[in-house]
């Protein structure tokens, strides 16, 4: 793993890699907002009630899908960079902790309205009344919004998964070459001294 970071085409086909699979579960995400399910009060041919007719569900597997997509993304990051906890001591770097945190809260808010969204806009109303006597006047849907939400997070989800990434590596590759340094340093002091105090 500590040579895949301190590879730079690594990195860099990484950054591309995860790049993608946020915009592509961003493009999910955009195009379930578009395809919410809409329905409309129609009577039953075969009696006197009312129910909701519903035009797609498409909206539900652009949900899914983005779900799945942006958790890969998010498992990839997180499995490279060993979750922040078993890496380099990074304590002090400030940028990739509050990365790695910011990283976390976009995804769980992102993955929430995926899930919520994606359940709501699966339900449909049932039968409530008789069409003559109007009790069925609306049919119930999934708000404005909410998966537009979910895009926006991808986005920021994107940005600070890039930045703890960046910073990660930097901060690795930075501690690897003190770490040979410091050793290198003791080594030629311990010479010295041994051949100081020979006779």
């Given at each position: 793993m500590a040579g895949f970071a301190t590879s730079r085409p690594a990195s860099i086909a990484l950054a591309a890699f995860l790049t993608f699979l946020n915009l592509f579960a961003f493009l999910?995400?955009?195009?379930?907002?578009?395809?919410?399910?809409?329905?409309?009060?129609?009577?039953?041919?075969?009696?006197?009630?009312?129910?909701?007719?519903y035009d797609t569900d498409a909206s539900t597997v652009y949900g899914v899908a983005a779900f799945f997509v942006l958790l890969l993304a998010q498992v990839l990051v997180t499995g490279v960079t060993r979750c922040l906890c078993l890496?380099?001591?990074?304590?002090?770097?400030?940028?990739?902790?509050?990365a790695f945190v910011l990283s976390w809260l976009t995804?769980?808010?992102?993955?929430?309205?995926?899930?919520?969204?994606?359940?709501?806009?699966?339900?449909?109303?049932?039968?409530?009344?008789?069409?003559?006597e109007h009790?069925?006047?609306?049919?119930?849907?999934?708000?404005?919004?909410?998966?537009?939400?979910?895009?926006?997070?991808?986005?920021?989800?994107?940005?600070a998964s890039l930045v703890y990434y960046w910073s990660y590596s930097k901060a690795a590759n930075g501690g690897f070459v003190k770490h040979k340094n410091e050793v290198g340093t003791g080594m030629t002091d311990y010479g010295l001294d041994k051949g100081g105090s020979g006779p």
């Open positions: 999910f995400a955009v195009g379930a907002e578009l395809r919410r399910s809409t329905g409309k009060v129609v009577p039953d041919e075969y009696d006197d009630r009312s129910y909701c007719l890496g380099p001591a990074l304590s002090s770097r400030g940028c990739t902790v509050t995804f769980l808010t992102a993955e929430a309205c995926l899930v919520g969204g994606s359940t709501r806009n699966a339900y449909h109303t049932k039968y409530l009344g008789y069409y003559m009790d069925l006047v609306s049919c119930a849907s999934l708000r404005k919004g909410v998966f537009a939400a979910a895009a926006a997070m991808m986005l920021i989800n994107l940005v």
